[in-house]
């Protein structure tokens, strides 16, 4: 297969990679948090948040909708309040642990995010840059960024699990459950497509091994892909 071929696909996973880490960025469902259900047939209220924001919804447990774990599922209907991280106000101790340590982790999550969405900018830049004849060399900047997006990308997906954890494990919140949600995979797949296509463009980059004993390297880099 034609280099050139294996750059355009290449690009393409990227592309899908991309579209998956920003859709975990600018939404907020990266995990649910589910409290103990008192007694059925009664309001119990869950949480789901991501980067930016915490929601809280407020669900009626029935009976038939009662699964002996936690309140939910969340896609139960029920009156939903979003608020961001910025306009949390202190209120009981359960609340305001809650708070602070929410917004210290995804400050944190949010911050590391936005440098995975910087480096894609970059790699996305070299890479149409690498697509005129004899820029190949800007694929290896490309692959570059584009790994280092998927490391960044990762990292916040660690935090943001640091943060589930502290939160369940804490005597001082009334989460006793929790789920990763759909925002949480899409950073999974944007890690693992960014990081896997960042090392395939290095790979590409790098010049080609003589095919022949009698082949010199000199000659190998010298020939037009």
Known sequence: MHKRTKVKITFFVILVGMASMFTAVVTDHWAVLSPQVEQVNATCEAAHFGLWRLCKKVIYISEADYNGKGCGPISLPGVENCTYFKHFTPGDESEIFEVKTQKEYNISAAAIA????????????????????????????????????????????????????????????????????????CACAGFCLLFLSGLGLLLLSMPRMPQNPWESCMDAEQEVE
């Open 114 to 185: 936005i440098f995975s969405l910087a480096f894609m900018i970059l790699g996305t830049l070299c890479l149409l840059c690498s697509f005129k004849k004899g820029n190949d060399y800007i694929l290896k900047p490309a692959g570059m960024f584009f790994a280092f997006a998927g490391l960044c990308a990762i990292i916040s997906v660690e935090v943001m699990r640091q943060s589930v954890k502290r939160m369940i494990e804490s005597e001082d919140t009334i989460w006793i459950d929790y789920s990763y949600a759909w925002s949480f995979a």
